[in-house]
């Protein structure tokens, strides 16, 4: 059982680039999600979806956009990456409804120069 | 606005020196207290959640416990192994599946 798998693991970008991190999971979780974690600021909510073809903001969306045309997928865009984007970042999912635990991947380490 | 602090931010202990790591949170309405352990370029595991004041959970060399106020994540006995960060998170009633997380404890276990 693979469980929430992400690629690239690392990924260096110049400003302005653009990029697609991919997020799969295969638990057959309708609650998927995306976090940034940087140093002090512990992990900060992106963008979620409950559900294929549903998606919202977290507390920090600018910058990215995420679509779920599957269960199964997740993916996360930088439009147009900036150095403070340097981050790493991680996929979650679980179960929706209730204190279901999030299942997370091994994360993507960008950085942007 | 749910809020969580860890303190503190980072903890030395020999090997089987006992010790407890702290989380204060602030929610309007707690539907779950989750806490995970990190290890250096992994994403957070799962270890326990726990719904209500004066709930207990174990695993192995860890407990956690509840109050109103804040969650102890307590190591009796730890081992090198234990050394890892370890995150609080809260889920609001209201938000869903969304957690609040913790700056996290970074924990090191000397042998």
């Known amino acids: 059982n693979a469980g929430v798998t992400q690629t690239p693991k690392f990924q260096v970008l110049k400003t302005g ?28 909510l992106i963008h979620y979806s409950v559900g294929a073809g549903i998606t919202d903001q977290g507390e920090v969306p600018n910058g990215y956009n995420v679509s779920r045309s599957t269960t199964e997928d997740f993916p996360l865009r930088l439009l147009s990456a900036a150095p403070s984007q340097t981050s790493v970042y991680f996929c979650a999912s679980s179960l929706a409804g209730g204190a279901s635990p999030l299942h997370f991947g091994n994360g993507t380490r960008l950085t942007v120069t | 606005e749910d809020q969580v602090t860890q303190s503190p931010e980072a903890l030395r202990l ?76 809260v889920q609001d009633n209201n938000a869903g599946n969304m957690l609040t997380f913790g700056g996290g404890t970074r924990l090191m276990v000397k042998p």
């Open chain 2, 14 to 89: 020999q090997e089987g020196e006992s010790s407890s790591l702290n989380c204060s949170y602030t929610v309007s309405g707690l539907r779950g207290l989750f806490w995970y352990r990190q290890d250096p370029g992994k994403g957070p595991e799962f270890l326990f959640t726990l719904y209500s004041a004066g709930e207990e959970k174990e695993k192995e060399r860890l407990k956690a416990t509840l109050t109103k106020k804040e969650s102890f994540l307590h190591i009796t006995a730890p081992k090198p192994e234990d050394s890892a960060t370890y995150l609080c998170a």
């Open chain 1, 17 to 44: 680039q653009s990029m697609t991190l991919q997020c799969a999971q295969d638990m057959n979780h309708e609650y998927m999600s995306w976090y940034r974690q940087d140093p002090g600021m512990g992990l900060r």
